[in-house]
């Protein structure tokens, strides 16, 4: 193993009342590719900054190869005080030269000379990558950096890390911008840091093993720490099985989503019968909304159900919060109309977070001061309660400003989620959450009685929660998908139809062909065999899957890691390929029958 080129040894930070980690050792290799994975509240920032040199620790020692610059990517830049964010991007201590700056910006679409008073999360996000990236460092340490960006950057900054020379270490929300980019992990938690040398991909099955380990381990210690390490286990690895059910039945509603759609490229939900109708709760009938001459929403038609989950993806500015204020009725078409029923009622949990003042307490927020909390008309222990939410329950009194960005997110989930409604409209939902409460907020929505409309740029968490996908390029089309994120791109990416070829009009030409009265012998095979074959590939993809969980297996045999990896990439295709070709034939095989 080479010398690292940046390394902690002995870290210890005292914070408040106690340290807040102590005897940590790092050690960050030339081209290493970091996950930082740990609880919100654990430290993950503090030991970023800590890396950086930012922080004078308590105990440790820091050593840093000569000529090696190491650039921190802050989760919230401060850009407060510039005139412009192009004044922000030159301001750093080592400024980097102007020309890499404007370079970056053009690639990743910011306008640097915007006010930086006036600008928006995303914005911000934009120039402080720019400031980043253009200082040309040996190590990034990447805190967030996905947080407000839009899936044309997002896929940017992922090409651009996929090729960069130096070395980062990545905390993000976003797992599959953790899967795809990172080789190694390191897990903050209860104040020690643990490495393995699988990327995100593996950690869910390592850590399991590490909790399981544990537990083994305290058989043989006292009752106290047995049962906080039975809370923990069960707090995380039997929800994530737990999540494993809903996933499934996630697949079924997407299934009769699916049949409701009818044939690809019409957006209107169409309802055959009287039971169903009553069930709708929005209504949108060739809506079009206009700002000036530009149509942001474009002769839109949807029929929204009871209980189900609504995604919305596109780029920033391509009219994702104008179709959710025409849905919820915040904003009025200028064509067509919207209904909604009489009895929906609704929580709004934008990206501002601007219920919680840093100066009330936790149970402010939840109880109104006292000590009990009404769940959905259930009265529950304020201690209690936030236990649900993954806090600890001494956490009652604790202002709400000493709180992480992810602890005051997880806070407010809470306070809303107790709240009855029938409606749940989540902008951005999981910005500054950590994996464990990103579980959590699936497991929540999951189990919500009513309908729920999400605008997230997190393609996994769209992936494991939402029925229908709303995605919106910018032309004012709405493509309507049964299915997640994933099921949106592989509708963008398949072949438009050939035109058909222009034959001489002839007598018999124009008589209409006759309708076929049954499938070909061909297409009857693959719909009766499909369903088995889609099976067999799931079952394959699981077992494969279960291999690369092997947190050696890397290490031990990298070659097989590969293949394995190839392979499942190569079967989800073959398996949504052929989703795709039973789905056709369903429909075909219901047309025959009218």
Known sequence: MSAPILAYENLGLVQGAGWLFRGLDLHIGARDRLALIGRNGAGKTTLLKCLAGLIETDEGRRTIQPGTKVVLLEQDPAVAGFATLRDFTLAAPDAPPAHAVDAIAGQIGIDLDRPAATASGGERRRAAIARALAQDPQVLLLDEPTNHLDLAAIEWL???????????????????????????????????IRRTEVG???????TEKVYAEEARAADKLDAKLKLELHWLERGVTARRKRNQGRLAKLHEMRATRAAMLGPPGTAKLGLANDDAKTKTVI????????FGERAIIRDFSLRVQRGDRIGIVGANGAGKTTLLKLLTGELEPDEGKVVRARTLTGIVI????????????????LADGGDWVEVRGVKKHVQGYLKDYLFAPELVDARIGTLSGGERSRLLLAREF????????????????????????????ADY?????????????????????????????????AGGYADWVAKRKAPAPKP????????????????????????????????????????????????????DLYTRDPARFQALMTA???????????????????????????
Not at 283 to 290: F, L, N, Q, S, Y
């Open 158 to 192: 992922e090409d651009w890390l996929g090729r960069y020379k130096g070395a980062f270490i990545a905390i993000s929300h976003d797992r599959t911008f953790l899967t795809r980019l990172t080789r190694s992990s390191l897990w903050l938690d209860r104040g020690g």
């Open 350 to 365: 934008d990206q501002q977070r601007k219920l919680l003042d840093p100066d009330k307490r936790v149970r402010d927020i």
């Open 283 to 290: 209504d949108a009938e060739r809506v079009t909304k206009r």
């Open 200 to 206: 995100f991909g593996g950690f869910d099955a390592w």
């Open 568 to 594: 499942i990439g190569a079967a989800r295709q073959e398996r949504d390929a052929a989703e795709e070709r039973w789905l056709e034939l369903a429909e075909q095989v219901e047309a025959l029958a009218t």
């Open 418 to 445: 107790a709240r009855a409604s029938n409606l749940l409209v989540l902008d951005e939902p999981t910005n500054d959450l950590d994996l464990e409460t990103l579980d959590l907020l699936q497991e929540v929505i």
């Open 500 to 551: 058909a070829r222009q034959e001489p009009r002839t007598a018999a030409a124009a008589i209409p062909p006759k309708r076929a009265a049954k499938l070909s012998y061909k297409d009857q095979r693959d719909f009766d065999l499909l369903p088995g074959r889609i099976e067999e590939i799931g079952a394959a993809i699981a077992r494969d899957e279960a291999a690369l969980a092997d947190p």
């Open 449 to 481: 009685d009513g309908t729920v409309l999400i605008v997230s740029h997190d393609r996994d968490f769209l992936d494991r929660t939402v029925t229908v996908t709303l995605g919106l390029d910018g032309s004012g089309k709405v493509d309507v998908v």
